[in-house]
């Protein structure tokens, strides 16, 4: 299945998206509810609204229908209220009669939303007369006088010999055919999913030897499209270990399974075969699960990616990747430049688990200001999780061309390829004359009204909309253990039971290690999602940052929560201006390079901003505890921002702390009285990873200081004794 990712952060179909293209809209999860991304023989990857409820087998899946109806009448409902046409697309057959019950693609879909049907035959794979007859046969009586016409799609030859056929399929069905569409050769429009790529196949004849490794759970093919129509190549999508030991070019496409797609290449050959073709002298670009698979290990033991365990991978790369469970899938679209040519680039990335790279490692792109991916030491070995970065003219011809001069072949200029909207027209066009527009037209201005299904409404409209039905999809049972967002919660101090009912000594191991793992794992977040923060998730989060402790119990802190972009743009005036000036003081030219390649904020990506403030009137004249140390206050709000760092970690939110501003010019834009100061400016938001690492500490800023040197015993210098038997102070 290949998939993209709207300018929200969702994921959709690709052929959802470029229909999107086609209609001149924005793409949007509307434009796809529910997308099944085959992860194996039997089971799926489930993408509701945008975003993975989870995984399922057929019978699971179908389970859920009922849950997911008020998805797709959200969906439908929302379109018919923004557009004047709604045009539904089914999948598969109207008439699979064993599923008819709980459809919610094609004819239940017509039923649900009161709509007229349309059928297209595919006439290239034969019988399409018969499958147009008997399509009605099965349908019941109210589902066949849905049918306004017939389609016939993919004709080769003379129309005039499908005269007789054509008229006679009308008179059996009483159904006109509304048109019929020629085959159209090289259209290079996105396919919808691989299922074309079951046996090793060729494109092109040039001279370069691409080799793209035919994975039997690959995602995103589209990314090889471009490179195949491009004049010096012959794209083999294969299996055969010869033929990649062969190419001068092996390519490892993603994977909707990377582990087990690993074994079988393991298992067939292939991954022999890629490193003897490097070793010969062949190059190797890694895409997406193509990229992990090129590292050391793939870490999977909370069994995200499939069963658990962990994978050896092809060692070409200084790399690891690990999944866990509470690392949100990365949906993002973005662009920039590759580091070795200085070509621009363009695309997205869609892929769970994360990967960390050795820090010596050359990055192979610069995206949004930041590295991405890596390349080996002899610029052979490349990989990233860039869909779309062979679309890009110049750094596909700069990477053929680096080919062909291996080859001892001369340089190639970039190609000209019709672009994805040039091929729509064309396609358009086609149609055009193809199709009966008039009668087409006439049918659309017979539209009924929106049908009412209140209380479809309701469920979709309930508390939490739409996000609460995804999350409950999949919600695992009352007697499991709780997850990590909500035992870190618990642990932290947001409950919904008594005091009484915690332990008046020691937590217990498993609920010491969450606080463990959501204070190591968290991270400054520069990197946003669009996707908007739940509420609840959000009151929780500042509920736990209110319970900070203070001294005196003063309390001296507020949350300004910021949403206005207007508000947020001013704010990042400042910041842009602090920055130029703290630039300017860094005389070392290594450093200030490096400085100014960092992202250190998300003003405006994040969803929103929260301001914490200390009031330093609160609670005066006497405050307990306050008056030997008077800056207490403002110590008490940093815990407060602790909290709220932790708390937002243990949801899978990240917070952005932003120091360089002009805190007098923020106070105005927030209008802060006198005597209450900032003490932080946070952007959050659901992140577009954490790192493994600090940001400072992968870049080379700074590393982390061992504990050793900061533990004193007694007095200042004095090494603290880590040894048995009680610590000693001894002369540092």
């Known amino acids: 299945m290949n998939s993209g990712v709207t300018p929200e952060g969702h994921e959709i179909g690709r052929a959802q998206l470029l229909q999107a293209l086609a209609a001149g809209v924005v793409p949007s999860w509307l434009h796809n509810p529910i997308l099944l991304k085959p992860t194996g023989e039997a ?24 849950k997911l109806r008020p998805v797709v009448w959200r969906a439908f409902s929302e379109l018919a209220r923004r557009a004047d046409v709604v045009l539904i697309e089914g999948a598969g057959s109207p008439a699979e009669i064993n599923l008819a019950r709980d459809d919610l693609v094609n004819m239940g879909l017509a039923d649900l939303v009161d709509a007229p049907v349309l059928v297209a035959g595919d006439i290239d794979r034969g019988g399409v007369f018969a499958a147009l007859a008997g399509t009605q046969l099965l349908l019941e009586p109210a589902q066949r006088a849905r049918i306004q016409g017939w389609i016939i799609n993919k004709f080769r030859g003379d129309p005039a010999l499908l005269k007789d056929g054509l008229a006679m399929i009308e008179q059996r069905t009483l159904v006109g055919v509304r048109g019929v569409v020629p085959f159209v050769h090289d259209l290079g429009l996105d396919e919808e999913d691989g299922v074309w790529l079951e046996r090793d196949l060729v494109r092109g004849t040039g001279e370069i030897t691409v080799a793209a490794l035919r994975l039997d759970r690959v995602s995103n093919s589209t990314d090889m499209d471009a490179l195949a129509r491009e004049p010096d190549v012959a794209l083999h999508w294969t299996r055969d270990p010869d033929r990649v030991a062969t190419a001068d070019l092996v390519v490892i496409p993603g994977s909707k399974s990377t582990r087990a797609d690993l074994a079988d290449l393991e298992r067939d050959g292939l991954v022999a075969a890629v490193q003897a073709a490097h070793a010969r002298g062949a190059f190797v670009l890694g895409l997406c699960g193509g990229y992990q698979m090129l590292g050391r290990e793939i870490n999977d033991d909370e069994g995200v990616d499939g069963p658990p365990g962990r994978s050896r991978g092809l060692g070409l790369l200084p790399l690891v990747t690990a999944f866990a469970r509470e690392l949100p899938k990365v949906l993002v679209n973005t662009y920039g430049s590759d580091l070795a040519t200085g070509e621009r680039v363009a695309g997205y990335e869609i892929h769970q688990g994360r990967t960390v790279v050795d820090p010596l490692t050359p990055p192979l792109l610069e995206l949004r200001g930041r590295p991405d991916g890596c390349t080996s030491a002899d610029g052979r070995v490349m990989g990233c999780y860039l869909h779309g970065l062979l679309d890009a003219p110049g750094y596909r011809r700069a990477l053929l061309n680096r080919v062909r001069a291996a080859r001892g072949l001369a340089a190639l200029a970039p190609s000209s390829q019709l672009t994805q909207s040039e091929r729509l027209d064309r396609l358009a066009d086609v149609l055009e004359h193809a199709l009966d527009v008039p009668w087409i037209e006439s049918l659309l ?37 709780p997850p990590l967002a909500r035992r870190a919660a618990v642990v932290l101090g947001v409950r919904d039971s008594p005091a009484d009912s915690f332990p008046s000594g020691a937590f217990d191991p498993a609920d010491r290690d969450v606080v463990r793992r959501v204070i190591l794992a968290r991270r400054d977040v520069r990197q946003f999602q669009s996707d908007p923060i739940p509420t609840a998730v959000l009151r929780e989060i500042l509920s ?135 003490v932080a400016y946070l952007c959050v938001g659901y992140p577009v990873e954490f790192r493994a690492r600090p940001l400072l500490e992968e870049v080379g800023w700074k590393a982390r200081a061992p504990l050793e040197g900061a533990v004193y015993a007694e007095q200042w210098g004095c090494v603290y004794d880590w040894g048995s038997g009680p610590p000693d102070a001894r002369g540092a």
């Not at 130029?580 to 003003?603: C, M, P, S, T």
């Not at 505890?625 to 800056?631: E, F, L, Q």
């Not at 360089?660 to 100061?677: C, F, I, Q, S, T």
Request: proline share 7%; hydrophobic share 45%; aromatic share 6%.
């Open 544 to 678: 736990l940052a209110h319970h900070a402790p203070s001294v005196g119990f003063m309390q001296p802190w507020n949350f300004v929560v910021v949403t206005s972009r207007g508000t947020r743009e001013r704010v990042k005036d400042s910041f842009v201006r602090t920055n130029v000036a703290e630039l300017a003081k860094i005389d070392d030219e290594r450093r200030a390079a490096l400085y100014a390649g960092l992202k250190l904020e998300g003003i405006l990506e994040s969803p929103l901003n929260v301001a914490v403030t200390c009031d330093r009137r609160r609670d005066a004249p006497f405050v307990l505890g306050r008056a030997p140390m008077p800056d207490t206050d403002l110590y008490s709000t940093c815990l407060a921002v602790e909290n709220l760092m932790l708390a937002a970690r243990a949801h899978g939110v990240g917070v952005g702390w932003v120091s360089l501003l002009d805190p007098a010019l923020v106070a105005r834009v927030l209008a802060l009285p006198e005597g209450v100061v900032l």
């Open 445 to 481: 201005e017979r539209r009924s009204p929106l049908p009412a299904h209140p209380e479809l409404d309701r469920i979709a409209g309930g508390p939490g909309g739409v996000d609460a039905i995804v999350r409950e999809l999949f919600a695992p049972a009352a007697t499991s253990a």
């Open 43 to 66: 089971t799926s990857q489930v993408v509701v609204a945008g975003k993975v409820a989870g995984q399922a087998d057929a019978s699971t899946y179908f389970g859920l229908r009922d």
